[in-house]
């Protein structure tokens, strides 16, 4: 039994070693300090999809998942990522109007979430 916690003690501090020997100290700040800004802006992206996903809701009774797609699919047609026409989607509650690319390509999009509707 004594045995059996020697080697995982020994394995613990190898493994300890082998990790603060092979990056500085320097670096680690480095990488998290990039990791953090990654998260900073893909929760800044997120919070702008949800309220747009929030507006579509609202405009054309559906579920989330379901704006969701629409907006995807309209990202898809004007081949621009999803926080953009999120973005600008969101921009129309301040009075900017929509670019002319993704409002026909909203047009279309809600004419066949209609259409599957009726079916």
């Known amino acids: 039994m004594q ?10 501090n190898l493994a300890v070693e082998a990790t603060w020997g092979s990056v500085s100290p320097g670096q680690d700040v ?15 992206g997120r919070a702008v999809i949800d309220q747009a996903c929030g ?3 609202v405009l054309t009774p559906c579920r989330w998942s379901a704006a969701r797609g629409l907006l995807v699919d309209v990202a898809r047609q004007c081949d621009l990522r999803l926080r953009e026409v999120a973005a600008a989607l969101v921009a129309t509650t301040e009075d900017k109007s929509l670019p002319e690319q993704i409002h026909r390509a909203l047009r279309r999009a809600l004419r066949r979430l ?5 079916r």
């Open 55 to 57: 507006m579509v809701m």
């Open 114 to 118: 209609h259409a599957a509707d009726r």
């Open 30 to 44: 480095a990488a998290l300090r990039t990791e953090n800004d990654q998260l900073r802006r893909t929760m800044a």
């Open 3 to 12: 045995r059996t916690a020697t080697i995982q003690a020994e394995q613990v």
